[in-house]
């Protein structure tokens, strides 16, 4: 399963138990770090269920997502070989437009790792939040949210107030 957090990952490792904190990298990972209030961890139900009820003790908000698989967590091990059989010989040339990576948060101008890169995104957490941070950084203030529901574009408004940018 998926669980929404409302707070950032360092908060949210500091308000769940001990026990809870070393299932960490075991049975629950830190799906995507989306923006300074707003992470996605991912993992086994009982776990995630522990979470969301210190989260409420907390009163932090915290919702599970309604997906059938819990990506960027050992679940994706059972694909990997398959992944990068499928994916094997898979380049790049450079870009044409700037390409902003969600899985390292900086800009791309190709990419050489082939199938290992989209092992780490499927694998390995999403950094939105630093993405997004590199192309203020670089000078962008316009972005399009594609899809059916509108859910990074509140992210985006919070990293843009952070670092006092008009967008």
Do not use: C
Request: aromatic share 8%; hydrophobic share 45%.
């Amino acid at each position: 399963r998926m669980l929404a957090v409302g707070v950032d990952a360092e908060t949210l490792m500091h308000t769940v138990d001990e026990k809870t904190h070393d299932e960490f990298g075991q049975r629950v990972s830190v799906a995507a770090i989306n923006g300074p209030s707003a992470v996605t961890i991912a993992g086994d139900s009982d776990v995630l269920d522990d979470i969301a009820r210190q989260l409420d003790e907390a009163e932090i908000f915290n919702r599970h997502l309604s997906v059938q698989v819990p990506y960027h967590t050992h679940y994706m091990e059972a694909i990997k070989d398959d992944l990068f059989s499928a994916l094997h010989g898979l380049s790049s040339k450079a870009a044409a437009l700037p390409l902003y990576s969600t899985v390292t948060g900086e800009r791309l101008d190709g990419y050489d790792a082939g199938a290992a890169y989209w092992w780490q995104n499927t694998r390995a957490t999403v950094l939105f939040e630093p993405a997004i941070r590199r192309m203020l950084d670089d000078g962008y203030t316009h972005f399009v949210e594609l899809g059916p529901h509108p859910i990074l574009a509140a992210s985006i408004l919070e990293i843009a107030g952070s670092q006092r940018v008009s967008i």
